[in-house]
């Protein structure tokens, strides 16, 4: 009758397991088990660690997920970025903003400027990976592409479901914003996303160009200032004044 008792179980409990979506606690209850056996575990002591692998495994499935949709560059992370080639650069404060402390809980903007090949790119990224690493959904798009998107809706007149889309991510990384031109595509778009999603949700900007270069972006100047001034509200500024990394690589290069 035991041996009977032992087989049903067997073949049922996974099957109660897989409905309940526990997939942790299926994969491993039978070798849980023999531990708590071994050890003398008790039914809760049992259950409780098998809960624990359950929520330790539905962090790690949340994270590649997040990780995944992210669309972050892989390899720029905090361990890859060269701070002492940046000194203005606050290693604490990246990391503070990684967690998302003081600016993502509270719909906040980072702004980080700076020329070319200064590493806007991969601080952007690093930040936007920790952001992930500590709960937070985080899109990362250079400006033009989400641009290109969001014009494709307007046109197809699903520009409010297609921010609503968005709104779902808790961090929007616009990567080279000061590439975007305003003689080249319709900008309005942009100013609609920034309008959207003010103090409510978060936007992390590269940016080559200063404020006051910005009229080359938007289609007039009103729309200009009106956008700065939502960015700037709440705002975190970062700014990176050094020689390309680029530039430094080539001279080293010619020198040798």
């Known amino acids: 009758m035991k041996t009977y008792d032992q087989e049903k179980i067997k073949a049922t409990l996974p099957i109660l397991l897989k409905s309940l979506h526990l997939p942790t606690f299926n994969q491993l209850w039978e070798n849980m ?12 002591r049992y259950l409780q660690v098998l809960a624990e692998h359950e929520i330790s495994g539905r962090d790690s ?49 980072l702004l980080i400027f700076g020329p070319s090949g200064v590493g806007k790119t991969h601080l952007a990224s690093a930040i936007g990976t920790s952001l992930v690493e500590n709960g937070f959904r985080v899109l990362f798009k250079r400006t033009t592409e989400i641009l290109q998107q969001l014009l494709l809706a307007k046109k197809e007149f699903r520009l409010p479901s297609e921010l609503q889309k968005l709104d779902k991510f808790d961090c929007l ?64 500024i970062v700014e990176i004044n050094k020689e390309s990394y680029r530039k430094e690589e080539a001279l080293k290069r010619k020198d040798k």
């Open 33 to 44: 088990s023999r531990e708590a056996e071994l050890h003398g575990w008790g039914c809760a």
């Open 61 to 109: 499935r949340r994270l590649m997920r997040f990780m995944k949709e992210s669309q972050l560059p892989t390899g720029k992370t905090f361990a890859t970025f060269d701070f002492t080639s940046a000194p203005m650069v606050n290693k604490s404060q990246m990391h503070a903003y990684g967690c998302g402390v003081s600016w993502i809980e509270e719909g906040g903007n």
């Open 173 to 236: 990384i616009l990567d080279d914003f000061g590439y975007v031109k305003k003689d080249q595509i319709e900008t309005s778009v942009l100013f609609e996303l920034i309008s959207e999603r003010y103090e409510r949700k978060s936007i992390l900007i590269t940016c080559n160009q200063p404020f006051s270069e910005w009229d080359d972006i938007f289609e007039d100047k009103a729309m200009t200032v009106a956008s700065i001034d939502r960015l700037v509200h709440h705002a975190k």
